[in-house]
């Protein structure tokens, strides 16, 4: 039992070495890579995100991960996000094949329920996000939109 707490030394300098290389990996190869790396736009994005926090926790834990292949494998995922978001900005098809189209859920205070079905919304969340941006009533907002990495926005009417 005792071993659920501490095994010995090694494996901590172990995690101690190769976590601080393996951070500063991650960090140089991030500024290489330039700041849309990290941008959560859309799902895609969000996915790249993740999969490279999962893949610093393996390089750290994983004693059968050596820190060549965990670096090997943090510049593989940035390199397609890379060439993913490269290829997005110039081609419209690679741009529609990764990334979806923001989706209006409400206009002029009446919810746009085919909409809200299609992109597997309902009207509490949408009023939740409302309330998120102090509008009590959906007549207040002249339109909210769902966007591409799952936020809403919120557009107020305007006076008068």
């Known amino acids: 039992m ?8 090694s494996d901590l300098l172990r ?3 190769i976590g601080v290389c393996a951070y500063a990996a991650l960090i140089a190869l991030l500024r290489v890579s330039g700041k849309r790396t990290l941008t959560k736009m859309n799902a895609f ?4 995100t993740i999969a490279l926090g999962s893949t610093l ?15 090997t494998a943090l510049a593989v ?3 397609l996000q890379f060439v993913i978001t490269w290829s997005s900005a110039r081609w419209r098809l690679v741009h ?20 809200m079905r299609r992109e597997r919304v309902n009207e509490q969340e949408v009023r939740q996000g409302l309330r998120n941006h102090g509008i009590e009533d959906p007549s207040g907002a002249q339109s909210v939109v769902l966007e591409t990495d799952g936020s809403f926005s919120i557009i107020r009417k305007s006076p008068g």
């Open 77 to 79: 995922l940035i390199l």
């Open 96 to 115: 529609e094949l990764v990334a979806s189209e923001p989706t209006l859920l409400l206009h002029e205070g009446r919810f746009l329920h085919q909409a």
């Open 57 to 71: 926790a393996t390089i750290l834990l994983s004693a059968e991960v050596s820190l060549a292949e965990g670096v």
């Open 2 to 9: 005792s071993e659920w707490f501490f095994e010995n030394w």
């Open 45 to 48: 994005d969000f996915v790249v």
């Open 15 to 17: 995690v101690l070495t």
